[in-house]
């Protein structure tokens, strides 16, 4: 049954809640327009929308270089401890030539020869990766006597890890000095001399200071009793450590070992410290 709710009065169809459902088509179409028109977005919601999304995109856009960088260090650490455990096995096999009992100080490690024509290859410091390359990757070692006993060959061993960027860059091994006898073509530990100025500053001698780039992440270490630092800034010629050199110490000029920058054909520093990771185990090479 059909009903024709126009001869109803508006004054009926308001009082009655049956009536109130039969809302005239006309009306109703607009009623839809009306909300329709009414659902959207005014502009400054969307320009707070706007701001609010840049904003979490720039913080996301800022993450990426620290989390490159922490991935390149974690990467470099890895294999460092990798090229340890290779390095520390080499030296146990082919033994090393001991310097006097009578030395209180570290001093480079050498390969034992068997003799002039059965030589131990040079390059065994090198670690080679199959499939990469040229290699980036070497190692060199310090190493002092424990005791004065001859029959006691037990040494302590602080082994230097360190990447090489390119294959074309070379170290020098006489900081101040030109030329391609004062060069190498892998890092090694230099010995320089420096001033204690308190006690966790020092001041550096003849430019050595240009061969620090960047701290933190050049390690020196005491010449005679190993301690190991790292330089967390550097001023001019001054360096700050991270930690107390020694509170009682009598003699203000001491040595360090330092794995410098690389070097262009002039002697003058051109990038950054390769040095990675120094490593200590007491090996026994009987």
Not at 44 to 53: F, H, K, Q, W
Request: proline share 6%.
């Amino acid at each position: 049954m059909k009903i024709n709710i126009s001869v109803f009065s508006a004054e009926a169809q308001r009082k009655s809640p049956i009536l109130q459902d039969f809302v005239p088509l006309k009306t109703k179409s607009k009623g839809m327009k009306s909300v329709i028109k009414n659902s959207g977005f005014s502009l400054t919601e969307v320009l707070m929308a706007v701001g609010v999304l840049s904003i979490g995109i720039m913080l996301v856009a800022t993450m990426f270089p620290a989390a490159l960088y922490l991935t390149t260090v974690a990467s470099e650490r890895t294999m460092a401890a990798l090229v340890a455990d290779q390095a520390f096995a080499k030296m146990q096999l082919y033994g090393f030539i001991h310097q006097d009992k009578d030395e209180d100080r570290y001093t480079r490690y050498k390969f034992r020869m068997v003799d002039q024509e059965n030589k131990i290859d040079p390059n065994e410091f090198i670690y080679h990766i199959d499939g990469s390359g040229q290699p980036q990757y070497s190692w060199e070692a310090l190493c002092r006597k424990l005791n004065d006993d001859a029959n006691d060959m037990r040494y302590s061993v602080k082994l230097y890890i360190s990447r090489k960027t390119s294959p074309n860059l070379k170290y020098t091994v006489a900081l101040g000095m030109a030329g391609d006898v004062n060069s190498v073509t892998w890092p090694m530990p230099v010995p320089i001399n420096v001033q204690y100025t308190s006690p966790d500053k020092l001041t550096m001698e003849y430019e050595a200071e240009k061969f620090i780039n960047p701290p933190p992440a050049t390690i020196v270490m005491d010449y005679n009793s190993g301690r190991l630092f790292r330089i967390i800034n550097r001023e001019d010629n001054e360096v700050t450590l991270d930690r107390s050199w020694d509170k009682d110490i009598s003699n203000q000029n001491i040595k360090i070992w330092l794995l410098p920058s690389p070097v262009d054909s002039t002697g003058k520093p051109t990038g950054k410290n390769p040095d990675i990771e120094v490593f200590q185990r007491i090996i026994d090479f009987r």
